[in-house]
């Protein structure tokens, strides 16, 4: 994703408006490195700005997708995630309890697609999902109850 700053022009010389609203989605987004939802995008900027809507958030980043600066995930936590980083190719490594995503700089050596099973496609790039339990989704909670609470679905 480019500076907020140089984000804006891009914006308006593709022809879509720089709202304040925008703006505070672009700065959210900026250090956000969970991979946040477009909910999680709204309650990070709704904490500071109140006249935001959720369906602002929903189109500013489809513009901002569109315009190749973040990246639509579909990591199978049951909402579109939205990565910043598309300047460095990179994996994924997705908890299963809290659907919580990390970035994986890792070169997958041998990771290859046989010819066989390529269906003749020239292939070039391949992202890959590592499941698994994160640290906290791995230690008990110490009440009855281990429900996870909201707070637990999305960790800050
Ligand atoms: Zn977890
Ligand atoms: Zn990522």
Redesign the pocket.
């Known amino acids: 994703m480019h500076a907020p700053e140089q984000l804006a022009g891009r914006l308006r010389a593709s022809g879509r408006k720089v709202t304040p609203q925008r703006q505070g989605i672009i700065r959210a987004l900026e250090d956000d490195n969970r991979?946040p939802s477009a909910e999680m995008v709204f309650e990070a900027v709704r904490s500071h700005m109140e006249t935001i809507s959720l369906k602002t958030v929903y189109q500013t980043l489809n513009d901002l997708a569109d315009l190749g600066e973040i990246q639509a995930l579909d990591l199978g936590t049951g909402a579109l995630r939205f990565?910043p980083?598309v300047e460095r190719p990179?994996h994924?490594l997705v908890c299963r309890g809290c659907g919580e995503?990390r970035?994986v700089f890792t070169d997958i050596a041998g990771l290859e697609l046989p010819e066989s099973a390529a269906h003749g496609y020239d292939v070039d790039s391949a992202e890959v999902i590592f499941r698994g339990t994160c640290d906290r989704c791995r230690t008990p909670v110490p009440t009855q109850q281990s429900q996870p609470t909201q707070e637990d679905q999305w960790p800050i």
């Open positions: 991979h990565d980083n990179h994924h995503v970035d």
